[in-house]
């Protein structure tokens, strides 16, 4: 089975403009989460989608948004970058209560 | 909410000799404590993980241990190779949800030849 894709892999935005991050699961899994990997906060969970349905959320601010397709690809969308915004963004698959299968990640720096 | 603590932040080991690291978690509701390997330039490799109604689980040189009284799982690596350098991380589910994982700050591994 292929694994997690993400793309792109890397990404160079300035600020105030925003993104938007892809995600393809391992075949048959429907459930898709995301996380936000820097140097100073580790790996935080952002928000977590089953079946196109928004089913968990972590701590962070409206402009980090995302959604699901009913094939179970997901898209993340950050608006108004800022600075602090660069980071590992990476995405996991899972089955519906099983262990979560991470992609590469896309290195998203914003100047 | 869920915390979770990973000691040590890094460690260095002989080729051959096992290496330890430990999780500390604060939710006794927890079930689902899995472990990841980070390499460079790559994301979190799951590579064991154990449910609460079990106290160790082995795979090949890797071993977890996971004590639900004192509230900590350990990650257990025997014969220790070159390959196994790498950034290793533990996590657990908040709130029972396996699709949010709370994860430790990490603790990188080198492995000296």
Redesign the interface.
């Known amino acids: 089975k292929a694994g997690?894709t993400q793309t792109p892999r890397y990404l160079i935005k300035t600020r105030g403009q925003q993104v938007t991050l892809s995600c393809s699961p391992i075949s048959g899994h429907r459930?898709v989460?995301w996380?936000q990997q820097t140097p100073g906060q580790?790996?935080?969970?952002l928000f977590?989608y089953?079946s196109e349905t928004q089913?968990?959320k972590?701590n962070f601010p409206g402009r980090f948004s995302g959604r699901q397709f009913s094939n179970s690809r997901s898209e993340m969308n950050v608006s108004t970058l800022e600075l602090g915004d660069s980071a590992l963004y990476?995405c996991?698959s899972?089955l519906a209560?099983?262990?979560?299968?991470?992609?590469?990640?896309t290195r998203l720096t914003v100047l | 909410g869920e915390n979770v603590e990973q000691h040590p932040s890094t460690l260095s080991v002989q080729e051959g000799d096992s290496a330890v690291i430990k999780c500390t978690y604060s939710d006794s509701a927890s079930n689902y404590f899995?472990w990841?390997k980070q390499e460079l330039?790559?994301?979190?490799?799951?590579i064991i993980?154990i449910r609460s109604n079990v106290g160790e689980k082995k795979d090949q040189r890797i071993a977890v241990t996971l004590n639900k009284t004192a509230k900590h799982f350990s990650l257990h690596i025997t014969e220790t190779q070159p390959e196994d350098s790498a950034v290793y991380?533990c996590?657990v589910p908040?709130g029972g949800?396996?699709?949010?994982?709370?994860?430790?700050?990490?603790t990188k591994l080198s492995v000296k030849p």
């Open positions: 997690v459930s989460s996380y580790g790996l935080q969970f977590e089953f089913r968990n972590g990476l996991a899972s209560a099983n262990e979560q299968f991470f992609g590469p990640g | 899995p990841y330039g790559k994301g979190p490799q799951l993980d991380f996590a908040l949800s396996q699709g949010n994982l709370i994860f430790g700050k990490g």
